[in-house]
């Protein structure tokens, strides 16, 4: 254990970070203010291809100025993951893992790192281990995880546009808190270690972990498309126009069903035994998912055909589910229409394939194609209502266009659960996949599919299903 002063006594911060690289592949770093994307501890992590795990502080001052977020996002998921707690956080931890952790009162700015009188003591790896300090940081980390918000391109957005009228706001205090309340007030707080609810308030924390959840994923797949693409790795069969978002989708299809499924035999009706194969991919994968999602990308590549119809997905049927859940093709839906657009999701259509004759109204036995099915399940949803009078060409116009609220994955929570627009039968899964071929160019689509394949690809994913 050392201290770490600065100039006081001639241990620095920066000469710690440069020692620890070659002991070291991932650095996390708990620190509420960080200013610059050329800090120190950022360019070294850049530079030596460290993963860098950051939780900063998210309020109305830009405690970590967005230019950072935008620049880790930019790094990919594999090379930086950054998350924002809402309140209550003033943590200053970094934790170079193999090397040692510092803990202190420096934040991740220019003038802590070289100016500001500092004060933190440095603990090696072997004291880490050998003592409480260790698991206990650990512990505080797990805990930044859970109460913490992933960093999204349209959450930084939103800080980049709040951040240009704060100069015309920093006299009226009060205006700035209010306006940062309502572009971020639906995001989850978190309440501080003592905080005590207000009587009679009600924290709806399954919807708060929808929200997070959503968002984590979202962005997660955003990275991992891009560092797909960075690969260049794909089937002579894929157009090289092909959409990179249906390219990715296609390649996480075949993956699920082809490599993971049915390469070791499994009955693709028990969902048990899928999912247990798709956790021991995980377990094997987790330590390096980016190596595992290299070897993935190479399997696709070097297919001589498509395994169940993706090149033909590609080519036709997104562009066409593109058209048919058009912002104008929504608001003129008939039961044609939306039998013809959702055939194609592929969320909806397994959930059909799962539906009880029961449900219908038919015998035990019977059976019917999987179009059939499909068709008699659009039929009963169009005919019906949620609680509060909706149709689901409502649901699905207001989750796919919605202006209010602004953010789709609030949208999606209150389309899933609000009795106002709750439809059986039409859930997450089916309604993240609709959005991703709605609007590919902001959201990727999201299912229970995609979920399993990312889960088998190394990442920590909620699995969800019900359509």
Same mark, same amino acid.
């Given at each position: 254990?050392?201290?770490?002063?600065? *100039?006081?006594?001639? =241990?620095?911060?920066?000469? &710690?970070?440069?020692?620890?690289?070659?002991?070291?592949?991932?650095?996390?770093?708990?620190?509420?203010?960080?200013?610059?994307?050329?800090?120190?501890?950022?360019?070294?992590? *850049?530079? /030596?291809?460290?993963?860098?795990?950051?939780?900063?502080?998210?309020?109305?001052?830009?405690?970590?100025?967005?230019?950072?977020? *935008?620049?880790?996002?930019?790094?990919?998921?594999?090379?930086?993951?950054?998350? !924002?707690?809402?309140?209550?956080?003033?943590?200053?931890?970094?934790?170079?893992?193999?090397?040692?952790?510092?803990?202190? +009162?420096?934040?991740?700015?220019?003038?802590?790192?070289?100016?500001?009188?500092?004060?933190?003591?440095?603990?090696?790896?072997?004291?880490?281990?050998?003592?409480?300090?260790?698991?206990?940081?650990?512990?505080?980390?797990?805990?930044?995880?859970?109460?913490?918000?992933?960093?999204?391109?349209?959450?930084?957005? *939103?800080?980049?546009?709040?951040?240009?009228?704060?100069?015309?706001?920093?006299?009226?205090?009060?205006?700035?808190?209010?306006?940062?309340?309502? =572009?971020?007030?639906?995001?989850?707080?978190?309440?501080?270690?003592?905080?005590?609810?207000?009587?009679?308030?009600?924290?709806?924390?399954?919807?708060?972990?929808?929200? %997070?959840?959503?968002?984590? %994923?979202?962005?997660?797949?955003?990275?991992?498309?891009?560092?797909? +693409?960075?690969?260049?790795?794909?089937?002579?069969?894929?157009?090289?126009?092909?959409?990179?978002?249906?390219?990715?989708?296609?390649?996480?299809?075949?993956?699920?069903?082809?490599?993971?499924?049915?390469?070791?035999?499994?009955?693709?009706?028990?969902?048990?035994?899928?999912?247990?194969?798709?956790?021991?991919?995980?377990?094997?994968?987790?330590?390096?998912?980016?190596?595992?999602?290299?070897?993935?990308? &190479?399997?696709?590549?070097?297919?001589?055909?498509?395994?169940?119809?993706?090149?033909?997905?590609?080519?036709?049927?997104?562009?066409?589910?593109?058209?048919?859940?058009?912002?104008?093709?929504?608001?003129?839906?008939?039961?044609?229409?939306?039998?013809?657009?959702?055939?194609?999701?592929?969320?909806?259509?397994?959930?059909?394939?799962?539906?009880?004759?029961? =449900?219908?109204?038919?015998?035990?036995?019977?059976? =019917?194609?999987? /179009?059939?099915?499909?068709?008699?399940?659009?039929?009963?949803?169009?005919?019906?209502?949620?609680?509060?009078?909706?149709?689901?060409?409502?649901?699905?116009?207001?989750?796919?266009?919605?202006?209010?609220?602004?953010?789709?994955?609030?949208?999606?929570?209150?389309?899933?659960?609000?009795?106002?627009?709750?439809?059986?039968?039409?859930?997450?899964?089916?309604?993240?996949?609709?959005?991703?071929?709605?609007?590919?160019?902001?959201?990727?689509?999201?299912?229970?599919?995609?979920?399993?394949? &990312?889960?088998? !690809?190394?990442?920590?994913?909620?699995?969800?299903?019900?359509?």
């Amino acid at each position: 254990m050392k201290a770490i002063l600065g *100039k006081l006594n001639g =241990e620095w911060l920066p000469e &710690l970070a440069r020692a620890a690289v070659p002991y070291c592949s991932q650095v996390d770093a708990a620190v509420a203010y960080i200013a610059s994307t050329t800090h120190p501890l950022l360019t070294t992590c *850049k530079e /030596h291809g460290l993963k860098l795990t950051v939780y900063g502080l998210l309020d109305e001052h830009d405690a970590v100025a967005p230019s950072v977020l *935008k620049e880790l996002l930019a790094w990919g998921p594999s090379r930086a993951v950054a998350r !924002l707690i809402k309140g209550n956080f003033h943590a200053k931890v970094i934790w170079w893992r193999g090397y040692g952790a510092y803990v202190g +009162s420096a934040n991740l700015t220019e003038k802590a790192w070289f100016n500001n009188v500092e004060a933190g003591v440095f603990f090696p790896e072997s004291e880490l281990a050998d003592s409480d300090i260790g698991p206990d940081l650990d512990a505080m980390f797990e805990y930044l995880g859970k109460h913490s918000l992933p960093v999204t391109d349209e959450l930084v957005r *939103k800080l980049q546009e709040f951040s240009r009228g704060r100069d015309d706001l920093v006299r009226h205090q009060r205006d700035l808190k209010v306006r940062f309340d309502r =572009e971020f007030g639906r995001l989850p707080d978190h309440r501080g270690m003592s905080g005590i609810p207000a009587r009679g308030e009600r924290v709806n924390r399954a919807a708060q972990f929808f929200v %997070t959840e959503w968002m984590k %994923t979202l962005q997660l797949m955003r990275g991992l498309r891009t560092e797909f +693409s960075a690969l260049g790795l794909r089937p002579a069969w894929v157009d090289t126009d092909a959409h990179p978002v249906v390219h990715f989708d296609q390649f996480l299809h075949a993956y699920y069903y082809s490599y993971i499924r049915d390469a070791t035999g499994l009955d693709e009706d028990d969902d048990r035994s899928t999912i247990a194969k798709v956790d021991a991919a995980f377990q094997a994968h987790r330590a390096n998912p980016a190596a595992a999602l290299k070897k993935a990308a &190479l399997w696709w590549a070097a297919l001589p055909r498509d395994c169940a119809g993706e090149e033909e997905f590609i080519r036709v049927t997104a562009p066409q589910l593109r058209r048919r859940l058009s912002r104008e093709a929504v608001r003129t839906m008939q039961l044609d229409d939306f039998r013809a657009a959702f055939t194609d999701v592929n969320a909806f259509r397994m959930h059909a394939r799962q539906v009880k004759n029961s =449900e219908f109204g038919l015998p035990a036995g019977h059976h =019917e194609s999987i /179009h059939e099915r499909v068709t008699r399940l659009c039929t009963k949803i169009w005919s019906i209502r949620s609680p509060g009078g909706r149709t689901v060409r409502d649901v699905i116009e207001f989750v796919l266009w919605g202006d209010t609220p602004s953010d789709m994955e609030q949208r999606l929570w209150q389309a899933t659960r609000d009795p106002a627009y709750r439809l059986p039968h039409f859930g997450p899964s089916s309604l993240g996949e609709a959005v991703g071929w709605a609007r590919p160019d902001d959201f990727p689509p999201r299912n229970n599919r995609t979920n399993k394949a &990312l889960r088998a !690809l190394g990442h920590d994913i909620k699995l969800f299903s019900n359509g």
